[in-house]
Each structure stands twice: as C-alpha cells, then as structure tokens.
C-alpha cells in the first residue's frame, strides 16, 4: 500500500545548527502536506504545510521543501534550539479529509 | 483563541469500565477526528465528524467503540467494556473544513489494568 514513512528515526543536533528531518511519500496523487511537532505529553503541533503547487515554504525559523519528483519533503529548523526537542511528523492529506502520518523522527537537541 | 480542550488528561480504569472521553473542538471548525496514538501503530484515525455527522467510522476498532457529536461544540468518544489492549492516548482534532489543517488537542491517556 502506499505510505508515508521518515528515513530516519532520531536525529541529534548542536543547538544552534541546522536540523534537516526528511520524509519520502509513495502517493503522487497527495496535494497537501503538514509538519507536526510533538513534545512528550502534548498532542501534535502544526509547524508548517505546504501544497503540492509550490517547492518551499517558509516559516519562522522552519523551512518545508517538496520535491515532487522523487516524492520528498523536508523539514528544516535554523538554529536549533533546545525546545525545539520533540518528535516530528510529517503528515500527507490523501485528497480529502484523511492524514496519513509518518513514524517519525525524534530530535535531541544537545547544549 | 482556545484551542481543542480534552478532559479528562488521564484516565486509568479497570477493565470491563466504561470509559467516556470528551472534546471541545475550536469555535468555528466544522470538521472533528478521534485519533488513537500507541507505540507500535502510531497515529491512527478512529473517526471523521463533518457538521456534526459520522462521515468515516472505519477506524473504530470494534462494536465496544462509539463516538456521537449531539452538537458542534461538543463530542465523546466511548469504550464499553474497555479492555487492557485499548490503553492508549487518545486525540481529538478539528478543522475549518473538510481537507483544512486539522490541529490537536492535548489527549487524553488511557490506561485499563
């Protein structure tokens, strides 16, 4: 079946680089794209999305590109801080109404 | 602005109990999801609303799962009888419309001994 799944699933940082988290999807039908963050004890946080009209969005602090071609998308975070530890997901909208979630990607941010 | 408000944060019951969850989605947000959160399955949708309708209920594991939305302020997710297996973390979620960001409430983490 199709999927959408991280390549990775923790990443360790130096606060104050650069966090990339990628995502690969299998759907090309797919149109619409969601980042979530996650903190231990909360319920999913929306970062950024971004449809499949446009290669990049920016955010504050957070950047999501899409490369339709080999169905990648990519999440990334300037100057990582330490708040900025969390589980992210990447969540693709499969027409509709229904979101299908990575497993995602825990980032540690170290001091 | 509130956003979606959970309760009860956490819930611990014996098997066999019924167990209620509830949720208040944001003011305005026409669309409402239950989603169900373990380790080893991730996020999964147990059911879509849409004004106040079941639209998708294929995700509710089971008969001893029901959900109802009497209005658009207010929804309930019931297990009877719950079991061990059903310990999880449960989310809601809305959205303006249907296919619009659906944003999170804080869950609420069932545990059935």
């Known amino acids: 079946g199709e999927s959408v799944g991280l390549h990775l699933p923790t990443l360790s940082v130096q606060e104050g680089d650069n966090s990339i988290i990628n995502c690969a999807y299998s759907?090309?039908?797919?149109?619409?794209f969601i980042w979530y963050k996650q903190e231990s004890g909360k319920g999913p946080q929306f970062i950024i999305d971004?449809?499949?009209?446009?290669d990049k969005r920016q955010g504050q602090r957070v950047t999501v590109l899409l490369n339709k071609t080999v169905k990648h998308l990519s999440l990334q975070i300037a100057a990582t801080q330490p708040g900025d530890s969390a589980v992210y997901f990447c969540?693709?909208?499969?027409?509709?109404?229904?979101?299908?979630f990575g497993a995602g990607t825990t980032v540690t941010v170290r001091a | 602005d509130a956003g979606v408000i959970q309760s009860p944060r956490h819930e611990v019951t014996e098997m066999g109990q019924e167990v209620t969850l509830r949720c208040k989605p944001i003011?305005?947000?026409?669309?409402l999801f239950w989603y169900r959160q373990t380790m080893m399955r991730g996020l999964e949708l147990l059911i879509y609303f849409n004004n106040n309708v079941p639209i998708d209920d294929s995700g509710m594991p089971e008969d001893r799962f029901s959900a109802k939305m009497p209005n658009a302020s207010f929804s309930t997710l019931k297990i009877q009888p719950s079991e061990p297996r059903d310990s999880a973390v449960y989310f809601c979620a809305s959205s303006r419309g249907q296919g619009d960001t659906q944003y999170f409430g804080p869950g609420t983490r069932l545990t059935v001994l």
């Open positions: 759907n090309s039908a797919s149109d619409y």
């Open positions: 003011s305005g947000h026409n669309s």
């Open positions: 969540a693709e909208n499969l027409g509709d109404y229904k979101l299908s």
């Open positions: 971004i449809r499949s009209n446009m």
